[in-house]
């Protein structure tokens, strides 16, 4: 069973900093897909940050200069610094891995997603 566990959030003022993490449980030998995307009630999911198991990312336009994620392979974790917050920042943050393989190598098909974190920037 494959899942994926994530941490942080919370409320914070604007220009401050939140760290979010999301780790893959189960027996895992590698992901080839981890990111980060977010929701407001009322609009679609949306493109966050991405980052594959070969260094390639991929940041949202409103985003970029001021988040930095991150992973560490080892440990199939993905990490999203976030820097500088905006109100426009306020949502729910899910956590999104895709390609995972686990460590017998059996193929775990689809797109798999955490539970869910609320970020709240608010003056």
């Known amino acids: 069973q494959v899942q994926l566990v994530q941490s942080g959030g919370g409320s914070v003022q604007p220009g401050e900093s939140l760290r979010l993490s999301c780790a893959v449980s189960g027996s895992i030998f590698s992901v080839f897909s981890m990111g980060w995307y977010r929701q407001v009630p009322g609009k679609e999911r949306e493109l966050v940050a991405t980052?594959?198991?070969?260094?390639?990312?991929e940041y949202a336009d409103a985003v970029k200069g001021r988040f930095t994620i991150s992973r560490d392979n080892a440990k199939h974790t993905v990490y999203l610094q976030m820097n500088d917050l905006k109100p426009d920042d306020t949502a729910n943050y899910y956590c999104?891995?895709?390609?995972?393989?686990?460590?017998?190598?059996?193929?775990?098909?689809?797109?798999?997603w955490g539970q869910g974190s609320q970020v709240t920037v608010s003056s």
């Open positions: 980052k594959n198991n070969g260094g390639v990312t």
């Open positions: 999104h891995a895709v390609g995972i393989l686990g460590a017998t190598m059996v193929a775990y098909e689809g797109d798999y």
